[in-house]
C-alpha cells in the first residue's frame, strides 16, 4: 500500500520562498506524483506534477514562480515555490499515482498525503 507523506510548510512573508516534499513509501516507484492545494472555503485545484518520463506541468497561476522535481532513488517530488503570494495560501496535497515494485508492473493507487500548511502573508 502507498503511503504519501509531505512535509516543508511554514508561514513566510509575501515574496518569500518555501520547498516541499513528498515521498511516497512502500512502493519503490510511482510514475505520476502532483501537488494540489486546498484554500479555506475554496475546492482543491491542481498545482503541478511531474512524470516518469519527466513531463512537468504546471497551473498557470503558479508557472515561473514553482518548480517541481523529483529524485527517483527516493521516491520523492519537491516543489520549490518561489515569489509566494498571499493568494498562494493553503494546504497543500500529494498525490501519488501509478506506483510499483522494482521489476514489476505499475498498478493505480491514487495515494494522497495529509498535507502540508503553506500560509503567506503580505
Known amino acids: 500500500q502507498v503511503q504519501v507523506v509531505e512535509s516543508g510548510g511554514g508561514s513566510v512573508q509575501a515574496g518569500g520562498s518555501l520547498r516541499l516534499s513528498c515521498v511516497a513509501s512502500?512502493?519503490?516507484?510511482?510514475?505520476?506524483m502532483g501537488w494540489f492545494r486546498q484554500a479555506p472555503g475554496q475546492e482543491r485545484e491542481f498545482v503541478s506534477s511531474?512524470?516518469?518520463?519527466?513531463?512537468?506541468r504546471y497551473a498557470d497561476s503558479v508557472k515561473g514562480r514553482f518548480t517541481i522535481s523529483q529524485d527517483n532513488a527516493k521516491n520523492t517530488v519537491y516543489l520549490q515555490m518561489n515569489s509566494l503570494r498571499p493568494e498562494d495560501t493553503a494546504m497543500y496535497y500529494c498525490?501519488?499515482?501509478?506506483?510499483?515494485?522494482?521489476?514489476?508492473?505499475?498498478?493505480?493507487?491514487?495515494?494522497w498525503g495529509k498535507g502540508t500548511l503553506v500560509t503567506v502573508s503580505s
Open positions: 511531474i512524470n516518469s518520463g519527466r513531463n512537468t
Open positions: 498525490n501519488a499515482d501509478f506506483c510499483g515494485m522494482s521489476g514489476t508492473s505499475y498498478q493505480q493507487a491514487d495515494a
Open positions: 512502500g512502493v519503490t516507484y510511482c510514475n505520476y
